[in-house]
Antibody
Framework: QLQLHESGPGLVKPSETLSLTCTVS??????????WDWIRQPPGKGLEWIGT???????YYNPSLQSRVTISVDTSKNQFSLKLRSVTASDTAVYYC??????????????WGQGTLVTVSS | SYELTQPLSVSVALGQTARITCGGN??????VHWYQQKPGQAPVLVIY???NRPSGIPERFSGSNSGNTATLTISRAQAGDEADYYC?????????FGGGTRLTVL
């Protein structure tokens, strides 16, 4: 059974960089046709896609966040990571890592991590 | 950018049929996926590619997509179906979520 687990600081100061890592277990991050997502959800609000990476390093980003976001992959550790720069209070959210169950154009997100709350506050 | 419009809330009587819509320009030409999210939990995929159910999802959940509207239908609604539901598509190399619909089972 595939499992994803987010890790990283739960509190980040304004203007600093939010860094999270997702560890994938029960399957290989290098499997063909699977894509790996970061999705967030501010308290009491809806889902917002941050970006996606393929094991080869190909990335897709939300245009509204693209200037501040970097997603990377480490296949040797079966992990992928998120960096969000210059954070503000509006970046406070539960951050999920997740997997697309196939091609981005045809597949939904079939596995999700439990989510981790990141609060931006001084 | 592409937008998906969902009603904020839908109510359904216990045992009746609930329909949650997701509106978008020519959404019928796209693959629509639906997620259920209960409080404090991660979302769960309940319908993919318009009308397909992942393993473990009850047959009571079904989907359709045509024209400018996709619909998630929940038959014989149960108390356990009370949750937030989100539609999602892929457009112009981006993942787009609808704003979400709160389903209340009365």
């Amino acid at each position: 059974q595939l499992q994803l687990h987010e890790s990283g600081p739960g509190l980040v100061k304004p203007s600093e960089t939010l860094s999270l890592t997702c560890t994938v277990s029960g399957g290989s991050i290098s499997s063909d046709n699977y894509y790996w997502d970061w999705i967030r959800q501010p308290p009491g609000k809806g889902l917002e896609w941050i970006g996606t990476i393929y094991y080869s390093g190909t990335t897709y980003y939300n245009p509204s966040l693209q200037s501040r976001v970097t997603i990377s992959v480490d296949t040797s550790k079966n992990q992928f990571s998120l960096k969000l720069r210059s954070v503000t209070a509006s970046d406070t959210a539960v951050y999920y890592c997740a997997r697309h169950g196939g091609r981005m154009s045809t597949s939904g997100v079939d596995y999700w991590g439990q989510g981790t709350l990141v609060t931006v506050s001084s | 950018s592409y937008e998906l419009t969902q009603p904020l809330s839908v109510s359904v009587a216990l045992g009746q049929t609930a329909r949650i819509t997701c509106g978008g320009n020519n959404i019928g030409t796209k693959n629509v996926h639906w997620y259920q999210q209960k409080p404090g939990q991660a979302p769960v995929l309940v319908i993919y590619r318009d009308s397909n159910r992942p393993s473990g999802i009850p047959e009571r959940f079904s989907g359709s997509n045509s024209g400018n509207t996709a619909t998630l239908t929940i038959s014989r609604a149960q108390a356990g179906d009370e949750a937030d539901y989100y539609c999602q598509v892929w457009d112009s190399s981006t993942v787009v979520f609808g704003g979400g619909t709160r389903l209340t089972v009365l």
